[in-house]
């Protein structure tokens, strides 16, 4: 009978230290993502272009997140150093990063007061604040996708755009 209960809790032991490894690999997974997420708000406020070495060579961006036109890793770089450019003081802040598995989301704030045109806004000295989600899915420590959507007409009226009505057709 006490043969039993060992042989049994070594059975036991085994298959909970088998879960316990697969539990403890997948939150190390999903926290180096997370990671890399970070990595990338860094590189944007730090204005370091190698942060785009942390998308994989076929990376696909969609903005808006529903595009069903992606836009490669190099067109990114490039819409972020025209940023950089227009808007000198763009910075992003992380609100919050949420993993799992292979997929992370993070919630994000921008600023910045555009020094020329902008987005077809003419600079005003206003500073603008807006929000913004995106989604990345990672394999093997690179990203190959990422979906993002950001509040650009708010950001766009705080700026001094104006909507208006389109006019009737008689």
């Known amino acids: 009978m ?10 036991q ?6 879960k316990l490894d697969a539990f403890t690999a997948k939150v ?17 406020n730090q204005r370091d ?14 903005f808006p997140s529903a595009s069903t036109k992606p836009t490669s890793r190099e067109e990114d770089l490039e819409f972020s150093k025209n ?16 993993a799992e598995g292979n997929m ?11 020094k020329e045109e902008w987005f077809g806004v ?20 690179k990203i190959v996708e990422q979906r993002e959507d950001a509040d650009v ?3 766009l009226q705080q700026l001094g755009m104006e909507l208006k009505p389109a006019d009737k057709k008689k």
């Not at 942060?51 to 969609?62: G, V």
């Not at 003419?122 to 990672?138: H, L, Q």
């Open 2 to 11: 006490i043969i039993v209960l060992i042989i049994g809790g070594c059975a």
């Open 153 to 155: 007409l708010g950001m």
């Open 83 to 98: 940023n950089w450019r227009l808007v000198p003081d763009i910075h992003w802040k992380t609100e919050e990063l949420i």
């Open 28 to 44: 190390n997974l999903e926290t180096q993502n997370k990671a890399i997420a970070q990595k990338i708000i860094d590189g944007l």
């Open 49 to 62: 272009t190698s942060y785009i070495e942390l998308y994989s060579p076929d990376c696909k961006f969609y």
């Open 122 to 141: 003419p600079p005003s000295g206003k500073k603008f604040e807006a929000g913004g989600i995106f989604t990345i899915r990672v394999e093997n420590g």
């Open 13 to 18: 032991n085994k298959e909970t230290n088998a």
């Open 104 to 114: 992370v989301v993070g919630r994000f704030t921008v600023t910045g007061a555009p």
